[in-house]
C-alpha cells in the first residue's frame, strides 16, 4: 500500500466546473469568478482532543467538513474548494472508506469539490481540511465591523452538543447509547451557509460559537471596541441545560451576528423563508465589556467564558 493506493480508493474525483484541474497533480487549479474574494480557513482534528477514539469514521469526516464550512458561513461566503491533509496510524480500508464518504457527503451537499491534500502515515490520527470561499468583494462580515446600538441575534439553538458530549462520557464513549439528535448534534452541525449569504447585505459581524457563546461575543466586543447586554432568558437552550454551562461550552456550530436593531423583523422574514431559526439574544453597548443579565437583574459573570485549547499549559 502507498499514498496513491490511499488516494485512487478513498478520495474520489469530482467534476466541478469551478475546477480546472483536481486530483493528480502538484497543485490543483481552480477558477475564481470575477469579481470576488477568495475567504480561506483550516481547521485541524486531533484524536483524544477533537474527537474521542471510539468515534465513528463517518461521523468524523462529516464533522471535519462542517466545522471548516462553519467558518466560512462566518464570513457570510460561499465555501468552494478543500484541501485534506491526513495522518493516519494504520492503513485501515474500512475506516478510510467511512471517513471519506462522510467528509465527501458532507462537500457533495454543498458543492464543495476537494482538490488536493497530504497523506502520511504516523504516531496520531490527525487530520486538517483547509477550505476556500469566495465573497463578492469588500463582503466579506469582520468581526470589527460591531457597532453601538446594534442587536445580538443567534441562528438555531445551544448547548445540545455539550449535552450529547456529557451523555457519552456518562455512558462509557459507547456511541450506541446515543439517539439520532445527539449523534447530529455533535458530529453533523447544520449548514448555516445559507442563511449568512441571505442576510450578508443587513450583518455587521457574524462569528460561529465553536469555542463559545460568551467567548465569541467577547472577541466581537474586543475587535470593535463596544460592549454588550446578553439577555440569557432569550438564548434557546435544551429543556434540562444550566444557562451558564451552555453559553460557556463549545462545539456547536452556530452563528452569532450583530445588524442594526431596526432591521429585526426583516430578518425574520429572511430566517422564515430560509427555514432557519434566528433570535434576538442581546445588545451591543458602549462600556466595553459584557453584562448578563436574566429577566432584567444582573447576573455574576462566569469565571471562564469558552474553549481554550491552551488553557492549562
Ligand atoms: P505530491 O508529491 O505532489 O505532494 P502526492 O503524491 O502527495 O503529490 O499526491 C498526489 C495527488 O493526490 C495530489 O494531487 C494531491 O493533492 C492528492 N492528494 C494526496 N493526499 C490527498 C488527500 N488526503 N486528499 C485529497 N487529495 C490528496
Ligand atoms: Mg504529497
Redesign the pocket.
Known amino acids: 500500500m502507498n ?2 493506493d ?2 485512487q480508493n478513498f ?1 474520489s474525483k469530482q467534476q466541478h466546473n469551478s475546477v480546472a484541474y ?7 487549479v481552480v477558477n475564481p469568478s470575477p469579481g470576488h474574494q477568495l475567504v480561506v480557513t483550516t481547521d485541524s482534528m486531533v484524536e483524544g482532543i477533537h474527537f474521542v477514539k471510539q468515534s465513528p469514521a463517518y461521523e468524523i469526516g462529516y464533522k471535519l467538513m462542517a466545522t471548516n464550512i462553519s467558518d466560512i458561513a462566518s464570513m457570510c461566503a460561499l465555501p468552494k474548494w478543500a ?4 495522518t493516519i496510524k494504520t492503513y485501515n480500508k474500512k475506516w478510510l472508506k467511512n471517513f471519506s464518504n462522510g467528509l465527501l457527503d458532507c462537500a457533495n451537499q454543498h458543492n464543495i469539490a ?6 502520511t502515515l504516523g504516531d496520531h490520527l490527525v487530520m486538517s481540511l483547509q477550505l476556500i470561499g469566495e465573497i463578492p468583494i469588500g463582503d466579506a462580515r469582520l468581526r470589527e465591523n460591531t457597532v453601538i446600538g446594534d442587536a445580538v441575534f443567534m441562528t438555531g439553538k445551544v448547548g445540545y452538543a455539550s449535552q450529547a458530549l456529557k451523555h457519552l462520557i456518562d455512558n462509557n464513549y459507547q456511541h450506541s447509547s446515543l439517539t439520532t439528535s445527539q449523534i447530529s448534534a455533535l458530529y453533523k452541525p447544520p449548514s448555516r451557509v445559507s442563511i449568512a449569504i441571505a442576510l450578508r447585505h443587513l450583518i455587521h459581524a457574524c462569528v460561529d460559537i465553536s469555542d463559545g457563546l460568551l467567548h465569541e461575543l467577547e472577541i466581537i466586543c474586543e475587535r470593535s471596541a463596544t460592549g454588550a447586554k446578553l439577555m440569557l432568558e432569550r438564548i434557546p437552550i435544551p429543556q434540562d441545560a444550566e444557562i451558564l454551562q451552555v453559553i460557556t461550552a463549545g462545539d456547536d456550530y452556530e452563528l452569532l451576528f450583530t445588524a442594526d436593531a431596526k432591521h429585526e423583523q426583516e430578518i425574520s422574514q429572511i430566517a422564515n423563508a430560509v427555514g432557519c431559526e434566528i433570535t434576538l439574544i442581546g445588545h451591543i453597548i458602549g462600556d466595553n465589556s459584557v453584562m448578563l443579565t436574566l429577566n432584567d437583574q444582573r447576573v455574576d459573570y462566569p469565571e471562564i467564558s469558552g474553549y481554550d485549547h491552551f488553557a492549562s499549559s
Not at 476537494?114 to 497523506?119: C, H, R, Y
Request: proline share 0%.
Open positions: 499514498e496513491k490511499v488516494i478520495i483536481g486530483i493528480g497533480d502538484d497543485c490543483a484541501t485534506l491533509n491526513l476537494l482538490v488536493g491534500g497530504d497523506t
